[in-house]
């Protein structure tokens, strides 16, 4: 034991200087999960460009299906600006990326983003952006 | 005669031929249906025949006229399942604890959460149940509905009555800082020695076993998960492994050493973190410290291959949820390497070192009699010379492919107990090791339906603190209608509330960690 201590004087820290140091992550991290609105087959309210949307879609009810198996009850439908979108709740969200996984569309997907740390719960609650049709952050 | 083969099934049909019916095939081995207190028949003949006969969990179910209970127990080569039924505005029966002392705790959680009396083990007030739940209100009846249940206000602060003369009561729980989760143990005390050990379990106690039944099966997966952050993992594979038996899929050869290497990462993360908290609780902090330094590696290794380095949520029914790539297992490999090199050291401090022979060994020494009477499992039982260890007894997944050592001490002490652990960290590099060398190619998941058929079954598995217990029972539609959990530590517990006693209150702590208590798993 003694001489193990010893050596520890001379051998690289166990300890990472993190925040200053972030520490590098596996590629499929799952961390904060992102929506990308033009892959996803939420009918917007009104709409008659539905040639392209399923079904489903044409009559009016989006698929939810992300809804539907969210173990964490973290992802409801909400409608902004007459147009149905799914909200995700990250106080709520449990990183299991079974919406990730469930999605027929390929609409959610991972960001490494890990720092979700915060003062405010109601920051983590992310509303989706009423004006994000074209562009797909 | 344990290691002879004993054919328990026949030998119960031979005896109880007229009196009870026997499906083989169904929840283990076979299922024994019993009627007007039979199954105390089914306990002795089965305790005759077979010495290593214990406990494995009693579930209750609400069956709607009746409640029905089935009493699943091991033997040394085979699992039967007694059922019992009793009417649900008389729920009588006669207790086993006379029979298999290591049934008192499952008979207990019965009473509490489905309100079956069972004569002769008298039940004092809640037992998982919070203090405020009311009196004739048992939350795992179909007609109870948990979030509607009126609490009753929290008891005065009433004074304590002290207690008079020699016999002083100490008070270890449910905020303690010796204990990392809330439980209440009242620990009588003689001066120095332990006189009597009473537990306080519930505070923890989060109702997923009812909370399941209003989820789907793929939600449960995630939500059975959450009972333990150490073992999820496994948590998660018992359910799947249950579901998957009620639907009869065979996942693919690469799924089942996938989920070996998942398995077993998580037993090498768990015992670590165990092996230095026990350094912790005996004040040797710099072991601590290495282990839980030695631990980030395998931590880095379960983000690595999960995408998360606490909970992996890799199981799902049909597989696992990714696939390992192929650039990352020389990394992995790499990784255990530096791990069993570093091992040598380890070893020699928990065999060697004084002070942890002076504060481990011939403390909490449980016979191997008694490890089988109170029906322990995992390293506890192996430690005792009880050799029960699920991946030997009733291989699954891949665990029948892979060679391993069944690790087993005979001295029955919170030293044998931890070097079992010890010995099972290198076993486990072995067979991760031997898993990716050994990796068949092919798919990693198939698709399984959703709905699962009506039908019940039981699955085991080698959790780190030991076997881990699940029954499902299904209905037909998208949830389950009964999930139940039987927990390692719960299994456990009685082996401290029996050793404790007679030795000197310092040693509490040592032996108590020794089992490597989970107490969010043992409440739910």
């Given at each position: 034991?003694?001489?193990?201590?010893?050596?520890?004087?001379?051998?690289?820290?166990?300890?990472?200087?993190?925040?200053?140091?972030?520490?590098?992550?596996?590629?499929?991290?799952?961390?904060?999960?992102?929506?990308?609105?033009?892959?996803?087959?939420?009918?917007?309210?009104?709409?008659?460009?539905?040639?392209?949307?399923?079904?489903?879609?044409?009559?009016?009810?989006?698929?939810?299906?992300?809804?539907?198996?969210?173990?964490?009850?973290?992802?409801?439908?909400?409608?902004?600006?007459?147009?149905?979108?799914?909200?995700?709740?990250?106080?709520?969200?449990?990183?299991?990326?079974?919406?990730?996984?469930?999605?027929?569309?390929?609409?959610?997907?991972?960001?490494?983003?890990?720092?979700?740390?915060?003062?405010?719960?109601?920051?983590?609650?992310?509303?989706?952006?009423?004006?994000?049709?074209?562009?797909?952050? | 005669?344990?290691?002879?083969?004993?054919?328990?099934?026949?030998?119960?049909?031979?005896?109880?031929?007229?009196?009870?019916?026997?499906?083989?095939?169904?929840?283990?081995?076979?299922?024994?249906?019993?009627?007007?207190?039979?199954?105390?028949?089914?306990?002795?003949?089965?305790?005759?025949?077979?010495?290593?006969?214990?406990?494995?969990?009693?579930?209750?179910?609400?069956?709607?006229?009746?409640?029905?209970?089935?009493?699943?127990?091991?033997?040394?080569?085979?699992?039967?399942?007694?059922?019992?039924?009793?009417?649900?505005?008389?729920?009588?029966?006669?207790?086993?604890?006379?029979?298999?002392?290591?049934?008192?705790?499952?008979?207990?959680?019965?009473?509490?959460?489905?309100?079956?009396?069972?004569?002769?083990?008298?039940?004092?007030?809640?037992?998982?149940?919070?203090?405020?739940?009311?009196?004739?209100?048992?939350?795992?009846?179909?007609?109870?509905?948990?979030?509607?249940?009126?609490?009753?206000?929290?008891?005065?602060?009433?004074?304590?009555?002290?207690?008079?003369?020699?016999?002083?009561?100490?008070?270890?729980?449910?905020?303690?800082?010796?204990?990392?989760?809330?439980?209440?143990?009242?620990?009588?005390?003689?001066?120095?020695?332990?006189?009597?050990?009473?537990?306080?379990?519930?505070?923890?106690?989060?109702?997923?076993?009812?909370?399941?039944?209003?989820?789907?099966?793929?939600?449960?997966?995630?939500?059975?998960?959450?009972?333990?952050?150490?073992?999820?993992?496994?948590?998660?594979?018992?359910?799947?492994?249950?579901?998957?038996?009620?639907?009869?899929?065979?996942?693919?050869?690469?799924?089942?050493?996938?989920?070996?290497?998942?398995?077993?990462?998580?037993?090498?993360?768990?015992?670590?973190?165990?092996?230095?908290?026990?350094?912790?609780?005996?004040?040797?902090?710099?072991?601590?410290?290495?282990?839980?330094?030695?631990?980030?590696?395998?931590?880095?290794?379960?983000?690595?291959?999960?995408?998360?380095?606490?909970?992996?949520?890799?199981?799902?029914?049909?597989?696992?949820?990714?696939?390992?790539?192929?650039?990352?297992?020389?990394?992995?490999?790499?990784?255990?390497?530096?791990?069993?090199?570093?091992l040598p050291f380890y070893r020699q401090i928990y065999t060697n070192e004084a002070s942890i022979k002076a504060r481990m060994q011939n403390v909490g020494v449980l016979s191997r009699s008694d490890a089988i009477k109170l029906g322990m499992v995992g390293p506890v039982a192996r430690a005792s010379g009880y050799d029960i260890d699920v991946r030997k007894d009733e291989p699954y997944e891949a665990y029948g492919e892979i060679p391993f050592k069944e690790i087993v001490y005979t001295e029955g002490d919170t030293w044998a107990r931890m070097n079992v652990r010890m010995d099972e960290v290198e076993e486990s590099i072995n067979i991760i090791d031997y898993a990716l060398d050994h990796l068949p190619t092919g798919p990693f998941r198939i698709d399984a339906p959703r709905n699962v058929p009506i039908g019940e079954a039981v699955c085991r598995l080698e959790a780190p603190r030991g076997e881990l217990f699940y029954y499902i029972k299904s209905n037909g539609t998208a949830n389950p209608d009964r999930v139940k959990v039987r927990t390692p530590t719960f299994a456990n517990l009685p082996s401290f509330l029996k050793t404790a006693i007679g030795e000197s209150i310092a040693d509490v702590p040592p032996n108590f960690v020794s089992l490597d208590p989970c107490f969010s798993c043992t409440?739910?």
């Amino acid at each position: 034991m003694f001489r193990r201590t010893i050596s520890h004087i001379f051998t690289k820290p166990a300890t990472t200087k993190y925040p200053f140091v972030k520490p590098k992550l596996p590629e499929d991290f799952r961390g904060e999960t992102q929506y990308q609105v033009n892959a996803c087959n939420v009918i917007e309210l009104g709409s008659t460009d539905s040639l392209t949307l399923d079904v489903r879609s044409i009559v009016g009810v989006n698929c939810s299906v992300c809804v539907r198996d969210c173990p964490a009850k973290a992802i409801e439908i909400v409608e902004v600006d007459g147009k149905r979108r799914p909200q995700f709740n990250f106080d709520r969200c449990v990183f299991c990326y079974q919406c990730v996984e469930s999605c027929p569309r390929k609409a959610i997907t991972s960001s490494g983003l890990y720092e979700l740390a915060t003062t405010d719960k109601k920051s983590l609650i992310k509303k989706p952006n009423p004006n994000a049709t074209e562009d797909t952050k | 005669m344990s290691n002879s083969k004993i054919d328990i099934v026949s030998i119960v049909e031979s005896k109880l031929k007229d009196k009870v019916q026997i499906q083989l095939g169904q929840l283990g081995n076979a299922a024994v249906n019993t009627s007007n207190g039979l199954h105390r028949d089914v306990v002795k003949v089965m305790l005759e025949a077979d010495e290593k006969t214990a406990i494995v969990a009693i579930t209750g179910l609400d069956l709607g006229a009746n409640l029905g209970l089935l009493y699943h127990l091991r033997t040394s080569n085979a699992f039967i399942t007694i059922r019992a039924e009793v009417p649900k505005d008389n729920p009588k029966i006669q207790t086993i604890v006379d029979l298999i002392p290591g049934a008192a705790f499952s008979e207990l959680e019965v009473a509490d959460l489905l309100g079956v009396v069972f004569e002769g083990n008298p039940s004092s007030g809640h037992f998982l149940l919070s203090e405020q739940w009311p009196e004739g209100i048992f939350p795992l009846r179909k007609d109870v509905k948990a979030n509607e249940v009126k609490l009753n206000p929290p008891p005065p602060e009433g004074a304590r009555t002290p207690e008079i003369g020699r016999q002083v009561k100490i008070i270890i729980g449910p905020q303690h800082p010796a204990l990392l989760e809330p439980e209440k143990f009242a620990v009588t005390v003689d001066g120095e020695i332990v006189t009597k050990v009473e537990p306080r379990l519930g505070y923890v106690h989060r109702g997923i076993e009812k909370a399941s039944e209003s989820r789907t099966y793929l939600q449960d997966v995630y939500l059975v998960e959450r009972i333990c952050g150490i073992c999820n993992a496994c948590h998660a594979y018992g359910f799947v492994g249950t579901v998957e038996k009620i639907l009869k899929t065979d996942v693919p050869p690469r799924a089942k050493y996938l989920r070996v290497v998942t398995l077993e990462l998580n037993r090498l993360h768990s015992h670590l973190l165990t092996l230095g908290h026990a350094g912790l609780e005996i004040g040797y902090e710099t072991l601590f410290q290495y282990f839980w330094r030695d631990r980030e590696p395998i931590m880095d290794l379960i983000e690595l291959t999960s995408g998360n380095r606490v909970y992996s949520s890799l199981m799902t029914v049909g597989g696992v949820r990714r696939d390992i790539r192929d650039t990352d297992i020389p990394r992995i490999k790499t990784t255990l390497e530096e791990l069993r090199k570093k091992l040598p050291f380890y070893r020699q401090i928990y065999t060697n070192e004084a002070s942890i022979k002076a504060r481990m060994q011939n403390v909490g020494v449980l016979s191997r009699s008694d490890a089988i009477k109170l029906g322990m499992v995992g390293p506890v039982a192996r430690a005792s010379g009880y050799d029960i260890d699920v991946r030997k007894d009733e291989p699954y997944e891949a665990y029948g492919e892979i060679p391993f050592k069944e690790i087993v001490y005979t001295e029955g002490d919170t030293w044998a107990r931890m070097n079992v652990r010890m010995d099972e960290v290198e076993e486990s590099i072995n067979i991760i090791d031997y898993a990716l060398d050994h990796l068949p190619t092919g798919p990693f998941r198939i698709d399984a339906p959703r709905n699962v058929p009506i039908g019940e079954a039981v699955c085991r598995l080698e959790a780190p603190r030991g076997e881990l217990f699940y029954y499902i029972k299904s209905n037909g539609t998208a949830n389950p209608d009964r999930v139940k959990v039987r927990t390692p530590t719960f299994a456990n517990l009685p082996s401290f509330l029996k050793t404790a006693i007679g030795e000197s209150i310092a040693d509490v702590p040592p032996n108590f960690v020794s089992l490597d208590p989970c107490f969010s798993c043992t409440d739910r």
